[in-house]
C-alpha cells in the first residue's frame, strides 16, 4: 500500500504535503510545533488535520506492520503462496487481513477439529467437491467407520464430514466480506427490555430502547452507546437481526453446482450451518464492535470540539473572584483569590440546611468582601448550588458596591482538589477548600486552571466512562495541547501542569522550569530556557514559541513570533521603517499596509515564506495579545429565577453549558439546564449540533415545555 498517496486522496490535499508532514511527525516534531511554525513545508495543514492525519498514518502503519506478520505466520505453516501475497497485500482494512488469515489460525478444539482427528478430513473433502451422482452415501462412508476412534456409524462419519466442511465454508474470506457487508447493510439493529428489577428507577433511563429496533446502517451513534451501557447492566438484550434467507441464497449459489450431486444437499445443510453456528454470531460482534468504535470515534469528536471551547473561553482578567464551593451540612467553603489568582482568603459559612445560619454567613462574605473589594462570586453547580445560589442574589442587594455572581461547573474540581498536585499547591488546605479556590479561578481564567484536572473528569462529553479510556486520553490530550499552544504560556506564571501541554514539553521538564524560576528568579528572556535542565536544543526548538516573557529583554518574547524569525522580524522593522521600541509602544500605524503591498517582496528580502511574514506581522501589532479575547465573555447575574418561573413562549438568554449528538444543554439561570433537541436548533435542518452551537456560547432560546416534578425543560432556538 502506497500510505503516501492513501493519504492525500482521502485527506484531499497535495502528496507533498502528507510527504512533509510525515517527515515532520517521525522527525519528532509536534503537532502544534508544525501547525504554527511550519506552514510552508507543509503548505499550510492546521492542527485538526495534522492530528486526524496522525491517526490515520497510525493506524495505516498497522494494517501494514498486520500484513507482514501474517505473511509470516503462514509461511511458517509453509503455506504462504503468491495468491496469498496478492490477495494479503490488496487488502485496505485490518479484518480483511483477518478474514485471509482465518483459515491458518491456530484454533482451539472445535467440532470441526475432533472430525479431524477421528480421519473424517477425506470423506469432507469428497462429500465437499459434489462429483459424485451416483450410489448410496452409507457405502461412500463405511471406509470411516471406526468405534476406536469414536465413530460408529455411516450417520456420524457425514455428521463430522459436515462440521469440517461448515468451519471451511465459515473460514472464507469471500464469504465472510459479503456476508459482513450485507449483515451491515440489510441489517436489524433491536433491543428489548429484560425485566430485570421491574421496581428499579434506573430502568426508566432506558425506556425508549424497551422495544427499539432500527437499521444497523442508520443508528446514530449515541443511540449505540446508550443500548450499549443498558445491555452492560443488564435491563436490555441487543442483537442484530438480517434476511438470512439472503445471505444462504447466496451461499447456495457460491456453492452448489448446476448439476446437483448427491452430496449436495449434505453441503447445503453444512453451509446453512456454518451460516447459523459459526458466521452470524461472529460477524453479529464484529458489527456491534464497529458500530462502537465509531460511536466512540463520533462521541470523542464531540467531547474534543467541547473541550476545546471550554478551555478557549474568555478569562475574566483582573477581578478579585470569591470562589463558593456549596454543601449542606459541612457548609460552604469560601475562597478569595486576587487578580492573579493568589489566595487571600478563606472561611466556612452556613446559610444552607441544616444549619440555615443566614444573616451569620451574610455578614461574614460582607466582611470578606469589603476587606479584599471582591467584585464576583463564582458559585459551583454541585450539591446544595440552587439555595447558595439564592443566597448570594439576597446578599448582593444588601451591598451598596457592584457584585456579580455566575453559576459555573464545577466537574473536576474535586478531582483536583484530591490531587496530590492541589495538596502541593495547598498544603495547609482542606480538600473542600481547595475546591473553592479551583472554582474561583476557573473564572480567572478557565484554561490554566483546567489544565490541571484529568480532561475526562471535566464533564462536557457523553457516555465518557464507556469508550476505550486510552484513546479518549490521548484525543482530549491533544485538544488540551493544541488549546494551550493556541493560547501560549507565561514562562514566570505558568504552573508546571500548563507548561506540561506545551509543545515539546513533558511533565519532568516543566517541574525543572519552575524549579529553575524559583532558584534563579523571573526569566528574562526565552534563550535562559537553554540554561534549564532536561530541556535540549530540540525542546527549545519546540517550546520557545509558545513561551511569553511579559515585560522582558525583548518585547518579541512576549509574542508567538519564534526565536529562530527575530532576525526576519526586525528586518521586516527595518524595511517598514520602525523599531522595536514601536513595536513595544505601540507605534505601528501603517505596518501592515506597507508590508501586504509588496509582502512576497518582503518575505524574500527578510528569508522566510509569505505565511510566516504575515504571522510575524499579526505578533507585532498586538504583542502579548491574548486570542481569547475576540469571545464573548460570560454573563453575570445579579438576580436568580426558579423553574417555576418558567412559562412556555418566555425567551431567555443563556449559555451552551454542553453538546451532544442529538441536541445542546443550556444553562438559563434557572439552576437546571434546559435541552434544545437538533429538530428546534435552526430553522434548517441541522446533521450536527456542533453546526449550530459550541459550549460557552450566549444564545437566545424560547421555552416550549417545563416538567417541574421531572426537572425537565424543552427549550428552542428556532424564530427566536
Not at 456491534?288 to 474568555?314: I, Y
Amino acid at each position: 500500500m502506497d500510505i503516501i498517496k492513501r493519504l492525500a486522496d482521502e485527506f484531499g490535499i497535495k502528496r507533498s504535503q502528507v510527504e512533509s508532514a510525515v517527515e515532520l511527525i517521525d522527525g519528532g516534531n509536534t503537532i502544534p510545533f508544525i501547525a504554527r511554525y511550519r506552514k510552508e513545508v507543509t503548505g499550510g495543514l492546521d492542527d485538526q488535520l495534522l492530528r486526524e492525519l496522525y491517526d490515520r498514518l497510525t493506524y495505516l502503519r498497522a494494517i501494514e506492520a498486520r500484513k507482514e506478520e501474517v505473511k509470516r505466520l503462514i509461511a511458517e505453516q509453509d503455506k504462504l503462496t503468491d495468491e496469498l501475497c496478492e490477495l494479503i497485500d490488496k487488502a485496505e482494512k485490518l479484518a480483511e487481513i483477518e478474514d485471509i488469515y482465518r483459515p491458518y489460525r491456530p484454533k482451539r478444539r472445535t467440532r470441526a477439529t475432533i472430525a479431524k482427528d477421528k480421519g473424517l478430513e477425506p470423506l469432507a473433502d469428497l462429500v465437499f467437491s459434489q462429483t459424485l451422482f451416483e450410489g448410496a452415501l452409507e457405502d461412500i462412508c463405511l471406509p470411516y467407520i471406526d468405534p476406536e476412534k469414536g465413530v460408529n456409524t455411516a450417520e456420524e462419519a457425514l455428521s463430522g464430514a459436515m462440521d469440517i466442511i461448515a468451519e471451511a465454508v465459515s473460514d472464507n474470506a469471500e464469504y465472510r466480506k459479503f456476508i459482513r457487508e450485507y449483515t451491515f447493510n440489510a441489517g436489524i439493529i433491536s433491543s428489548k427490555a429484560t425485566g430485570r428489577d421491574e421496581t428499579d428507577k434506573k430502568r426508566d433511563v432506558y425506556k425508549m430502547y424497551h422495544d427499539f429496533s432500527e437499521p444497523v446502517k442508520k443508528i446514530a451513534g449515541h443511540r449505540v452507546l446508550a443500548i450499549n451501557r443498558g445491555e452492560n447492566e443488564g435491563f436490555l438484550t441487543v442483537k442484530i437481526d438480517t434476511d438470512e434467507a439472503g445471505v444462504l441464497s447466496y451461499l447456495q449459489k457460491k456453492l452448489i453446482p448446476q448439476r446437483r450431486s448427491i452430496t449436495s444437499e449434505y453441503v447445503e445443510l453444512a453451509a446453512a450451518d456454518a451460516y447459523k453456528r459459526l458466521i452470524a454470531p461472529s460477524i453479529e460482534n464484529e458489527i456491534r464492535n464497529h458500530l462502537t468504535d465509531s460511536a466512540q470515534e463520533g462521541a470523542m469528536r464531540v467531547f474534543s470540539e467541547n473541550l476545546k471551547k471550554l478551555l478557549l473561553q474568555p478569562p475574566v482578567k483582573d477581578k478579585v473572584v470569591m470562589g463558593l464551593d456549596p454543601a449542606y451540612r459541612t457548609g460552604c467553603k469560601i475562597a478569595v483569590v486576587d487578580g492573579t489568582g493568589r489566595l487571600l482568603d478563606t472561611t466556612v459559612i452556613y446559610p444552607t440546611p441544616p444549619q440555615c445560619r443566614v444573616e451569620e454567613s451574610k455578614a461574614k462574605l460582607k466582611q470578606l468582601i469589603e476587606k479584599h473589594g471582591v467584585e464576583l462570586i463564582s458559585i459551583g453547580n454541585g450539591t446544595a448550588s440552587r439555595e447558595s445560589e439564592m443566597f448570594v442574589a439576597e446578599l448582593i442587594k444588601e451591598i451598596d458596591r457592584k457584585v456579580f455572581y455566575l453559576v459555573v461547573s464545577e466537574s473536576g474540581a474535586s478531582v483536583y482538589s484530591a490531587s496530590k498536585l492541589a495538596a502541593e499547591e495547598f498544603p495547609t488546605l482542606d480538600v473542600s477548600q481547595r475546591s473553592a479556590v479551583s472554582i474561583a479561578r476557573r473564572v480567572q481564567d478557565p484554561l490554566a486552571e483546567l489544565v490541571k484536572i484529568d480532561p475526562k473528569a471535566i464533564g462536557v462529553g457523553q457516555y465518557q466512562h464507556d469508550m476505550n479510556q486510552k484513546r479518549l486520553g490521548e484525543a482530549l490530550g491533544g485538544v488540551v495541547e493544541d488549546c494551550v499552544n493556541t493560547v501560549g504560556a507565561d514562562l514566570n506564571t505558568a504552573s508546571p501542569s500548563l507548561l506540561s501541554y506545551v509543545s515539546g514539553i513533558n511533565g519532568a521538564t516543566a517541574k525543572s522550569i519552575v524549579s529553575y524560576r524559583e532558584e534563579n528568579g523571573r526569566f528574562k528572556n526565552r534563550k535562559q530556557l537553554s540554561k534549564v535542565p532536561k530541556l535540549g536544543p530540540k525542546a527549545f526548538e519546540q517550546c520557545a514559541g509558545f513561551l511569553r516573557i511579559v515585560g522582558g529583554d525583548n518585547i518579541l518574547d512576549n509574542t508567538s513570533v519564534h526565536p529562530e524569525s527575530y532576525k526576519a522580524a526586525q528586518k521586516l522593522l527595518e524595511l517598514t521603517g520602525f523599531t522595536l521600541d514601536d513595536v513595544k509602544e505601540g507605534r505601528l500605524g501603517g505596518l501592515k499596509e506597507k508590508a501586504t503591498k509588496n509582502i512576497a517582496e518582503y518575505a524574500k528580502a527578510c528569508g522566510v515564506g509569505i505565511p510566516t511574514l504575515h504571522d510575524i506581522i499579526d505578533e507585532l501589532l498586538k504583542p502579548g495579545r491574548d486570542p481569547r479575547d475576540n469571545i464573548a465573555s460570560p454573563r453575570f447575574l445579579t438576580d436568580v429565577m426558579d423553574i417555576d418561573d418558567l412559562k412556555p413562549g418566555m425567551v431567555l438568554t443563556g449559555t451552551v453549558r454542553n453538546v451532544m449528538d442529538f441536541g445542546a444543554f443550556v444553562d438559563i439561570g434557572v439552576h437546571q439546564d434546559g435541552l434544545v433537541h437538533i429538530s428546534q436548533l435552526a430553522d434548517r435542518f441541522v446533521r450536527r449540533p456542533l453546526d449550530v452551537v459550541s459550549v460557552g456560547d450566549i444564545v437566545k432560546v424560547r421555552v416550549l415545555e417545563v416538567d417541574s416534578s421531572a426537572k425537565r425543560i424543552s427549550l428552542s432556538m428556532k424564530n427566536v
